[in-house]
């Protein structure tokens, strides 16, 4: 079993559209949670980080986090075609500084 | 804040050459950097982790003698591919940290070695 599941897509959505993404993972020693955004042939943008449980909000995108279930969730509200991209999540724990990876999800929003 | 700098962004280069990326801070000191490896439709997989001053560590099956890589300094690491073969060809990303006990990672735009 790996340490982030992450559903790989691709997720079609119509313009307007409220987009939900998520993650699963095995390690209860994580505490840092990231979301990036990933363009083709581009390297990965920071969107939303969460350190322990909670939401966050900014913009069109919410991110929560549920350490009980072991559960995070990005949504992004009025969806736009210019958000077609992969999203990755990302977490690590204390006392390391490397990032585990999901698989990423690709999105792809149609006017 | 926290931009990465990678270049080149695409070079093509003849098996048994060597080939260096760079990667820098722009603004802020990163004492950290790290090197990635991306294959078509894949996620990141960690090649190695530079610290300044001090040898990098690599992750399971990187070769070293390959992969070279010189944190020279705090806001600039240099991944230097030896003896390229169209096996290596892939997308290299560098990413940074801030030092701020935050574990975010802030990634360069990427690097697309093609080996010929």
């Known amino acids: 079993q790996k340490e982030v599941e992450q559903d790989p897509g691709p997720l079609s959505v119509p313009e307007g559209a409220i987009v939900s993404l998520n993650c699963t993972y095995s390690?209860?020693?994580?505490?840092?949670f990231m979301w990036y955004r990933q363009y083709s042939r581009k390297g990965p943008e920071l969107l939303m980080y969460?350190?322990?449980?909670g939401n966050k909000e900014d913009g069109r995108f919410t991110a929560q986090v549920d350490k009980s279930s072991k559960y995070i969730s990005l949504f992004i509200r009025d969806s736009q075609p210019s958000d077609s991209a992969t999203y990755l999540c990302a977490m690590s724990a204390p006392n390391t500084d490397k990032l585990i990876f999901g698989t990423g999800t690709r999105l792809q929003v149609f006017p | 804040g926290a931009v990465v700098s990678q270049h080149p962004s695409w070079v093509i280069c003849k098996s048994g050459t060597s080939v260096k990326i760079e990667c820098r801070s722009l603004d802020f000191q990163a004492t950290t950097m790290f090197w990635y490896r991306q294959f078509p439709k894949q996620s990141l997989m960690l090649m190695a982790t530079?610290?300044?001053?001090?040898?990098?560590?690599?992750e399971q099956g990187v070769e070293k003698d390959k992969f070279l890589i010189n944190h020279a300094s705090l806001t600039l690491s240099t991944l230097t591919v030896t003896s390229a073969h169209p096996e290596d060809s892939s997308f290299y990303i560098c990413?940074?940290?801030?030092?701020?006990?935050?574990?975010?990672?802030?990634f360069g735009a990427g690097t697309r070695l093609s080996v010929l």
């Open positions: 390690n209860s020693a994580f505490q840092y």
């Open positions: 530079s610290n300044e001053g001090s040898k990098a560590t690599y």
């Open positions: 969460t350190y322990s449980s």
């Open positions: 990413s940074a940290t801030t030092g701020r006990s935050t574990n975010i990672q802030y």
